[in-house]
């Protein structure tokens, strides 16, 4: 029925305003109350006629009759930023991160609040300072580690190498698995060589990334022989840290498995890709947000 309404509803857009906003007020209001596609569809369609309000009332009642749907408050965000209201919308940002705290969506809004306040607001340290406490909350989201490096990344690398080094460190003290910690070690080295003041620096690093390229040799060779079983089978025993995400394990999983796939690549090729990080944290399916336009996971189909 949302396919039919929807439909309706644009061919009308040529004929009449108003009876478009009929439309979507019967479908919203009366037969379709719960679907989030007729809603954003609606709020989409009064902030094209110029109506704000009514846009941003829209979506506010919504989320409060049918709470926790990460695409609506996004909409939200994105409604308050395009209307100039970036204050609003850097606070819809932080009450969802406090509001999902200890789960793998509060780490999705830091990402989104720190990218809000390096790209719109241009604020480097609020973005920076986001996501040191995002991850203290979550030492083991690669997501949040590559969206720091990429931070730090922006800004004039010569200027800001102590930055880029300490997130690097990190990575490399955290208890995120091994291959994760090569693929950091390893443009870690390369990052050094491009750009670093200490050849000292570059040198430790390099030992630094043979010990760890050892110890992966040396945990390969017990698997093989049955001493030790292979880190991808073991199994968490902290079940209880996925809040109302099942599906976030198996996700975070391939996304390991992607980067290690990445770093067996990097050493033939590197010169063409070394600083290609946002190839890192493709997907984002650790938070079921497959791209940027599929938001159906957040509801259920029509």
């Excluded at 305003?17 to 007729?38: G, I, S």
């Excluded at 390369?190 to 200490?198: K, M, P, R």
Aim: charged residues 25%; hydrophobic residues 40%; glycine residues 4%.
């Amino acid at each position: 029925m949302c396919k039919r309404v929807s439909t309706y509803a644009k061919y009308l857009e040529n004929h009449s305003v108003e009876a478009v906003r009929n439309v979507f007020q019967r479908a919203c209001m009366v037969h379709l109350p719960k679907k989030p596609t007729l809603h954003l569809l609606w709020a989409a369609f009064e902030e094209q006629q110029g109506d704000i309000k009514e846009a941003r009332r829209i979506l506010k009642t919504f989320q409060l009759v049918v709470p926790g749907m990460a695409m609506v408050l996004l909409r939200r965000v994105s409604l308050e930023r395009r209307s100039g209201e970036l204050v609003q919308a850097e606070a819809l940002l932080r009450e969802a991160v406090e509001l999902h705290q200890g789960t793998p969506l509060s780490s999705f809004f830091a990402i989104k609040l720190s990218r809000q306040l390096l790209k719109v607001q241009k604020n480097l340290a609020k973005a920076r300072k986001v996501l040191l406490e995002a991850i203290d909350g979550d030492k083991e989201n690669v997501k949040l580690y590559l969206n720091l490096l990429e931070l730090e990344f922006s800004c004039d690398v010569r200027l800001n190498e102590s930055n880029i080094l300490h997130c690097f460190e990190q990575v490399l003290l955290s208890s995120l698995p091994l291959e994760i910690k090569i693929i950091f070690s390893q443009r870690r080295v390369e990052f050094l060589e491009d750009f670093g003041c200490s050849v000292r620096s570059l040198l430790h690093a390099y030992d630094e990334h043979q010990k760890l390229l050892k110890q992966n040799s040396n945990k390969k060779r017990a698997a093989e022989n049955g001493l030790e079983e292979p880190e991808e089978k073991k199994v968490r025993a902290d079940e209880g840290v996925v809040v109302s995400a099942p599906a976030a394990v198996a996700a975070t999983t391939a996304s390991s498995t992607a980067l290690a796939t990445a770093d067996s690549s990097s050493s033939s090729s590197s010169s063409q890709a070394a600083y290609n990080y946002s190839a890192w944290y493709q997907p984002y399916g650790s938070y079921g947000y497959q791209n940027p336009w599929n938001y159906s996971q957040y509801y259920p189909h029509s």
